[in-house]
């Protein structure tokens, strides 16, 4: 298993500000995934976060608003940009070694005012 | 995205009893089915999966079962405890992971 380290676990920002939220994995991985959750709902997919590429993103999510950096095996960065109170949300990070299996970061609460 | 559906959205269980929570799925492409347990504040754990090639799964208390022909699967915990009183999602996909709503599966005492 891998386990994996969010920071910061939590925030408050001004609208309009941006965010980056690290993410560390205590071995290599092959894949790392960024989700955005709401309180008491499902997970949603932002992107794939790839080495050394520009990351994959899902529909419905942009390279400016969330600019996500991988450097290497153990590290991924994501970046809210100019936000929004719409914003708010726990974004997690997930790590896997293979196609299926993925562990989770404990996530970062951010709140927009 | 999502392309699992998780039934029922919330259960209530007495200490000692079975909980059961559903899956249904749309894309047959898929071939690897896990749960995860979520609790409050904290990231899903992966609690168990399932391929296709085989009808149930068992790991201590709980286990899967697979239906193919209805596309569904079920997670089922034996002898529920208030320390099972968690959200349960479902996935499917490869690599990508579709997930679920949840499910909120609370145990009383």
């Known amino acids: 298993s891998a386990v994996i380290s969010q920071k910061p676990s939590r925030d408050i920002c001004q609208r309009g500000t941006s965010l980056t939220i690290q993410c560390q994995v205590d071995?290599?991985?092959?894949?790392m995934f960024w989700y955005r959750q709401q309180p008491g709902q499902s997970l949603t997919l932002i992107a794939t976060a790839n080495q050394g590429s520009e990351a994959t993103y899902e529909s419905g999510f942009v390279i400016d608003k969330f600019p996500i950096s991988r450097p290497n095996l153990t590290f991924s960065t994501l970046t809210v940009s100019n936000m929004s109170p719409e914003d708010s949300s726990i974004y997690l990070c997930?790590?896997?070694?293979?196609?299926?299996?993925?562990?989770f970061g404990p996530g970062t609460r951010l709140l927009v005012l | 995205q999502q392309q699992v559906k998780q039934s029922p959205q919330s259960l209530i269980v007495q200490k000692g009893g079975i909980s059961i929570i559903n899956c249904a799925y749309e894309?047959?492409?898929?071939?690897?089915f896990p749960w995860y347990q979520q609790f409050p504040g904290k990231g899903p754990a992966l609690l168990i999966a399932?391929?296709?090639?085989?009808s149930e799964k068992k790991e201590g208390r709980f286990t899967i079962s697979f239906n193919k022909s209805a596309k569904q699967f079920s997670l089922h915990i034996m002898d529920s405890q208030p320390g099972d009183s968690a959200t349960y999602f479902c996935?499917?996909?490869?690599?990508?992971?579709?997930f679920g709503k949840g499910n909120q599966v609370v145990v009383i005492p």
């Open positions: 894309n047959t492409a898929f071939d690897y």
């Open positions: 996935a499917d996909g490869n690599n990508r992971l579709a």
């Open positions: 399932i391929r296709p090639d085989v």
């Open positions: 997930s790590a896997g070694t293979d196609q299926e299996t993925q562990y």
């Open positions: 071995s290599q991985v092959t894949m």
